[in-house]
């Protein structure tokens, strides 16, 4: 089923070059984050750019729920009264973050030390997602949560009365858990540190200095260490939300392997924790290149320009570089389809509990496209067949997630039969436009 009412399956094929430029949306870690934060600091938070994906629609939606204002404006412009750091009132119904590991993950750590009890749920995806990897942590603070066996959703949080600091070293590499504890730390007297092996995306440092929070970061022999000083007056802020490279990823992949296309994809973030896709493509032999590289807001920023690769080679792409390009292993197994040689992915285990077991749901797509994929519990290889020699002809499965769908529909786009998805529905929750924009490039999608 769709998250959003009966399965649309869609069908790409191989059509003209891809030409012109590509305006892809607003960031979707930021977007959440910027909601959040607007909630949680006193005032009037202004967001410009802001991702209106259905996943941030219900992040909104929440907030509005704990009592903060949120307005929007139109054209992406987005007004937050927030209610303070532990301010969020106890809301009388459920909170339904639908598809969003970010949402609720963030969510619950921004109530866990409020004095209220919240139930929150999601959509079959969502609500089969690991949730004790945050709520072991936010015990430590003090509070409860009583949900389903593994810690599933839906799953009730009961906020600590009396929160104590914590110092907490993530045993995953992720930025959810990671935000989740700092957020739970903002409302804690003292300070609260969490340590992290392998760095992770850094939106929650970066925002909520930015917000007037005391945190910093160092290297030391544990790892990176972020410090937290509790109880902040957040200042409301003024907010742009830079474009997503994570969305960019499928109209330059497309790009990539579809012959004659010469696409740019205008203003998007490259901090430095979000861009691994696109240094790995480059390794690959990718005509891929950074125009009009300048700084924005503190973050480098270019216009990616990319164009048929028929040369691409496979790479072992380096398990330090997983976290800085995890949610786009998908599309980049559809790029190593068509390279030579193989593609190895390792340290990647946890592509198996997002939105879907996402090594599975392209291995199974990907051979029943004839290509050939050999996987294992934190790793998986592509053996290219070069450009343009996926047979394709194959309806895929998208297990409610849209980087499997876009990640197919891309495929199908250079294979010699057609290639559909038997949902494109979830799409909707990070990319709205994915299927305007690509047809506007001359994908045929239908
Ligand atoms: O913090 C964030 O905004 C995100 C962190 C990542 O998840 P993990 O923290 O589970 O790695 C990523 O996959 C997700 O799309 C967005
Ligand atoms: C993993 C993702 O999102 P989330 O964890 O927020 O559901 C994603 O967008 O690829």
Redo the contacts with the bound molecule.
Sequence with gaps: MSAHGAPKPMTARASGPLQGEAHVPGD?SISHRALIFGAMAVGETNISGLLEGQ?VLDTAKAMQSFGATVENLGDGNWRVHGVGTGGFAEPDHVIDCG?????VRLIMGAVATCPISVTFTGDASLNSRPMARVTDPLALFGTRAVGRAGGRLPLTLVGAQNPVPVRYTTPVPSA?VKSAVLLAGLNTPGETVVIEKEATRDHTERMLAGFGAQISTEETDEGHVITLKGQPELKPQTIVVPRDP?SAAFPVCAALITPGSDVLVPNIGLNPTRAGLFTTLKEMGADLTYENLREEGGEPVADLRARYSPAMQGIDVPPARAASMI?EYPVLSVVAANATGTTRMTGVKELRV??SDRIDAMARGLRGNGVTVRDGEDWWEVDGMGAGKVPGGFTCETFLDH?IAMSFLCLGLSTQAPVTVDDAGPIAT?FPIFMDLMRQLGATLE
């Excluded at 598809?99 to 949402?103: I, L, M, V, W, Y």
């Design positions: 979707k996943d598809n969003s590991g970010t949402g959810q994570s949610d997002k939105e980087r990070s």
